[in-house]
């Protein structure tokens, strides 16, 4: 028997405590910066384990710290934040959670994400490794940041000053659901999510009566060439086999059919692997939107903000061959080595700030017997994904396998052998 076996044989007295919470968090989740429930139902837990609780780092952010003699520090993250959708999942801990947005208008709320998995398996893991002190040395930071999904999260905690209250860990580590089977895990060095910006870009026309087009320079005509001639970037300026992706999410403009608006606003989305392809592709989209501009006699130059981004995930080699070998041998068959994943996290922002090693890994979100049903009909793209309405992790094994590559990655260096 492992050691983590041994410390995960008290997983079943704690497994409906464990469910409990995770449905109480499911029912009620909070926005990004407002997780102020959330944030106290994870202290207060945290407290109960016995573990040294900060609270209100960089807003509603929480850290628990288990200081066990002599040895590594290691911290795990989580994140409180939940998404503006709304659930239809049909289950009975389903959210019907609705809050009020700056204008008035009612916005759903759901953890589409898995954020409520994340922070069950977190405090189960603490639980356990609490529960077993004769099985490891040194010192377990659990911390529990807002704003993921926003993107400034983990960099308010930083710069709140995350670094004065808690010691610098030897290694930071952390796991997100992602696509694959329930009970899976996999991780990959190097190269592991991309970098992204948001971007607003607003294009100018003249607008006027949609019959007389040659008393207007049609903006939405601007749009569709600018939307069009942006696949060029992929397509014939970047490097074959350097992952980009480029979407235009939104484009608005005009109210009806018989009017030719003033402007165009589109909102473009961009995933890089390295900040040298990020800088080119950038300055690629303002040259092409530029002359695409120019050439439709645009009145007024255009305008471009940036309305997000998030860092690159860049697993360290050697903190990640460890995870991975811990991984193997806990997890056998269900240790995978993942593809890179082209979407972002701003965590590597906590580790990046004290030069620490991290480790990012995934664990599966759907029911084995559904995901194998969808891979032979050659339909995995029918699954719900995270942030859609439908994304719903089953209860076990995810819960159960989330918390024991917790376990055992920490162990990976707490391990008292
Ligand atoms: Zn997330
Ligand atoms: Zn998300």
Same mark, same amino acid.
């Given at each position: 028997?492992?050691?983590?076996?041994?410390?995960?044989?008290?997983?079943?007295?704690?497994?409906?405590?464990?469910?409990?919470?995770?449905?109480?968090?499911?029912?009620?989740?909070?926005?990004?910066?407002?997780?102020?429930?959330?944030?106290?139902?994870?202290?207060? +837990? $945290? #407290?109960? *384990?016995?573990?040294?609780?900060? %609270? @209100?780092?960089?807003?509603?952010?929480? &850290?628990? /710290?288990?200081?066990?003699?002599?040895?590594?520090?290691?911290?795990?993250?989580? +994140? $409180? #934040?939940? *998404?503006?959708?709304?659930?239809? %999942? @049909?289950?009975?801990?389903?959210?019907? &959670?609705? /809050?009020?947005?700056?204008?008035?208008?009612?916005?759903?709320?759901?953890?589409?994400?898995?954020?409520?998995?994340?922070?069950?398996?977190?405090? @189960?893991?603490?639980?356990?490794?609490?529960?077993?002190?004769?099985?490891?040395?040194?010192?377990?930071?659990?911390?529990?940041?807002?704003?993921?999904?926003?993107?400034?999260?983990?960099?308010?905690?930083?710069?709140?000053?995350?670094?004065?209250?808690?010691?610098?860990?030897?290694?930071?580590?952390?796991?997100?659901?992602?696509?694959?089977?329930?009970?899976?895990?996999?991780?990959?060095?190097?190269?592991?999510?991309?970098?992204?910006?948001?971007?607003?870009?607003?294009?100018?026309?003249?607008?006027?009566?949609?019959?007389?087009?040659?008393?207007?320079?049609?903006?939405?005509?601007?749009?569709?060439?600018?939307?069009?001639?942006?696949?060029?970037?992929?397509?014939?300026?970047?490097?074959?086999?350097?992952?980009?992706?480029?979407?235009?999410?939104?484009?608005?403009?005009?109210?009806?059919?018989?009017?030719?608006?003033?402007?165009?606003?589109?909102?473009?989305?961009?995933?890089?692997?390295?900040?040298?392809?990020?800088?080119?592709?950038?300055?690629?989209?303002?040259?092409?939107?530029?002359?695409?501009?120019?050439?439709?006699?645009?009145?007024?130059?255009?305008?471009?903000?940036?309305?997000?981004?998030?860092?690159?995930?860049?697993?360290?080699?050697?903190?990640?061959?460890?995870?991975?070998?811990?991984?193997?041998?806990?997890?056998?068959?269900?240790?995978?080595?993942?593809?890179?994943?082209?979407?972002?996290?701003?965590?590597?922002?906590?580790?990046?700030?004290?030069?620490?090693?991290?480790?990012?890994?995934?664990?599966?979100?759907?029911?084995?017997?559904?995901?194998?049903?969808?891979?032979?009909?050659?339909?995995?793209?029918?699954?719900?994904?995270?942030?859609?309405?439908?994304?719903?992790?089953?209860?076990?094994?995810?819960?159960?396998?989330?918390?024991?590559?917790?376990?055992?990655?920490?162990?990976?260096?707490?391990?008292?052998?």
């Amino acid at each position: 028997m492992s050691s983590v076996d041994e410390i995960m044989a008290g997983y079943p007295a704690q497994q409906a405590d464990q469910e409990a919470f995770y449905k109480d968090l499911h029912r009620h989740p909070e926005l990004s910066h407002a997780e102020h429930r959330t944030a106290a139902a994870v202290a207060t +837990e $945290l #407290d109960q *384990l016995g573990l040294t609780v900060q %609270t @209100g780092i960089g807003g509603t952010g929480v &850290v628990g /710290t288990l200081a066990h003699g002599r040895g590594p520090i290691v911290l795990l993250r989580a +994140e $409180l #934040d939940a *998404l503006p959708i709304a659930e239809d %999942t @049909g289950v009975d801990y389903a959210s019907t &959670v609705t /809050t009020t947005g700056a204008d008035g208008q009612q916005i759903p709320v759901a953890h589409a994400c898995g954020h409520d998995m994340h922070m069950s398996c977190l405090l @189960g893991a603490a639980r356990l490794l609490g529960g077993q002190p004769q099985r490891w040395g040194g010192t377990l930071i659990a911390l529990f940041q807002p704003a993921e999904e926003t993107g400034d999260g983990a960099q308010g905690m930083v710069d709140d000053g995350l670094y004065q209250r808690i010691p610098t860990p030897d290694v930071a580590l952390t796991q997100h659901l992602l696509p694959g089977i329930a009970g899976t895990a996999g991780t990959r060095a190097g190269l592991f999510m991309a970098t992204e910006d948001s971007i607003k870009v607003t294009i100018y026309g003249r607008g006027g009566h949609g019959a007389l087009p040659q008393d207007c320079i049609d903006p939405v005509v601007l749009a569709a060439m600018i939307i069009v001639r942006l696949q060029t970037i992929v397509a014939r300026e970047v490097t074959p086999g350097d992952t980009v992706v480029l979407t235009a999410g939104s484009v608005q403009a005009g109210t009806r059919s018989n009017v030719i608006p003033d402007l165009a606003v589109l909102q473009l989305n961009l995933r890089t692997f390295s900040q040298a392809t990020r800088a080119r592709v950038l300055a690629a989209i303002q040259r092409i939107v530029r002359a695409e501009c120019q050439a439709t006699g645009s009145p007024k130059d255009p305008e471009f903000e940036t309305l997000g981004t998030f860092p690159l995930t860049d697993n360290d080699d050697t903190s990640t061959a460890r995870v991975a070998a811990a991984f193997a041998a806990q997890l056998k068959d269900n240790a995978l080595e993942l593809d890179r994943q082209t979407v972002s996290e701003d965590f590597s922002e906590i580790p990046d700030a004290a030069h620490v090693p991290y480790c990012y890994w995934g664990i599966g979100r759907t029911d084995r017997d559904k995901y194998l049903a969808a891979e032979k009909a050659g339909r995995l793209m029918d699954l719900p994904s995270n942030h859609s309405p439908k994304f719903l992790p089953p209860l076990q094994p995810t819960l159960r396998t989330g918390t024991e590559t917790l376990i055992t990655a920490a162990m990976a260096w707490l391990s008292a052998e």
